[in-house]
């Protein structure tokens, strides 16, 4: 399958990356993240040339990291800056991998691919996850799953699993009813589904946001950027009236590819109901990690056993009218994919 190296992939939190420096593997390449002297991150490969030792096991000295092999200092941009064996002499010309990184709303974004076309204004924007006085934030949250990211993108792009594989955690039958338009822009892709009328989902009656009984307008908007990164709103308002009189649910989902069958998901929730009701955020958190961890992950990790390896388009998959968002973000990963290799 490969993977595209033009674009902004999720680190870590920000969080994760504080005093001690941090490992990261995406896409197959070991990578080191740690704080400089005013708290920038550096990004370079995990990996000492001398002997090979993880960078990540040394130590942080000003805006360097000490290998803690035989003790050569790397730079921000990667060149050995410092030999304990002799000082005077610096060995510039040694050279590892320094990647392009931007911190912004929360995570820390790394370029894996040409430095030069690293520009920040392609990374997707999370505006909500400032919003700390609008919102109620749940906490930042990792999986580490045994998965191969592109069948979480699909399973994330098509939520009419929710039925089936959540009965009794996030699905209710409103995310497969109503109307249902994909759209796509640049490389942005828009997944939104409106049902107005219907009957008021139990994600939003246990909280008190509406009644059992109300008739209710529902929406559910899923937006992805490549490779991996997702904006959902899921909400309500009583039936005919404007939405900002309603709540919603907003969610991050971020998927960072570590390798062909690994894959690491950060999410956090936020609402605009029950502010500061902290047992709200407690029951939505466990909610969330369940059906994440226990009826999501094990129904994607069986398919990818049966795959077998083989490639997803050679198995011919029937493709159904509400796959029309997951192959637009399948087409889009391949077209890119596709771009560099011609490059
Ligand atoms: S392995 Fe890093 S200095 Fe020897
Ligand atoms: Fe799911």
Redesign the pocket.
Known sequence: MGFVRNCWYAAAWSSEVQEQPYHARIIGEHILLFRGEEGQVIALSDT?P????P?HMGKIVGDTIE??????RFNAEGRCAHNPFDPKTKLLAVRISAYPVVERDRFIWIWMGDAERADPALIPDFPWLNQTDVYTMSGEQIMRQPLDYELVLDNLMDLTHGQFVHPTTLGNESIATGALKTRQEGTRVYSDRWNPDGDAPALFVLPGVVQAGDKVDYWNEMRWDPPGAYYLEVGVTLAGRPREEGHFLGSVHMLTPVDEENCVYRYLLFRTFQPGNDEVTRSLEELANYAFRSEDEPMIKAVQDRMAGRAFWDMKPVVLKTDHAGILVRRTLEKLKQMEMAD
């Open positions: 000492c001398h002997r090979f030792a960078l290998c803690p092999y035989h003790g050569l």
